[in-house]
């Protein structure tokens, strides 16, 4: 991936037993890596780094993998596992990202307030992931149609170009992809200020075209033996993402 142009991001998916390994093998995933693994980017769970059990010890886990990231010239990216653990992981970004201001942070722009929390990171200048969530939410706190999550999905990467906040914008979707272009165009953001995310394998000839055309394009890279585990919460969150990710894997545009 490296040798074509691509941006990698790897996220170890763990089974149920050994979820709190999670750290570890990621640390031997960079030492083993060496050189490799300068600009690659760590994608964490909470639950990974024990958050729902002690606050301060999953920070202190964090505080460790980020410092062993720095050293290889690598990042992290905090990911977000539902809405009842929502406000414990910003605290835990914000506690950390004090440290190590490359740390970043995932908000599913299908939550309600995740505008809201896109200008309060921008005013931090962090690195924030948007994407369409995959953890069941509560209708009230979520928009429910697929056109309200793509035009919550366009203001919240209009909100981060415009506040100043480095976008991650994960998504497949041709048309936000070019919205996500023009707006970089409009608001004055470079090439550099801003990515695209695919998964590894989804619409492998787009992610090159990006990358070709000079833009910054990531390859997300799952890995681990809860394989299964991650892809049936994936599709009993949202049902009809398995016939997206069918289309999208069939179209090697």
Known sequence: LHNQGLLVSLVYLSSADDEADTPAVLS???AEAGD???GVELSVKPSSLGLREDRASAQSRLLDLCSEADARGAVVTLEMQGTEHYDDTLALWRAVHARFETLGITLPADIRR???????IAAEQGRVRL???SYPVPPAESFRSEREKSLAFVRCIRRAMEDGAYPMVATHDPTIIAITQDLARRNGVGPTNYEHQMFYGVRPLEQRRLTDIGLRSRTYVPFG???FEYLTTRISARPRVIFSYLRAIADKR
């Open 114 to 120: 995740s505008e809201r929390d896109v200008t309060r």
């Open 225 to 227: 033996p809860g394989w």
């Open 28 to 30: 031997t995933l960079l």
């Open 36 to 38: 490799a693994a300068r």
């Open 131 to 133: 994407c369409v969530g």
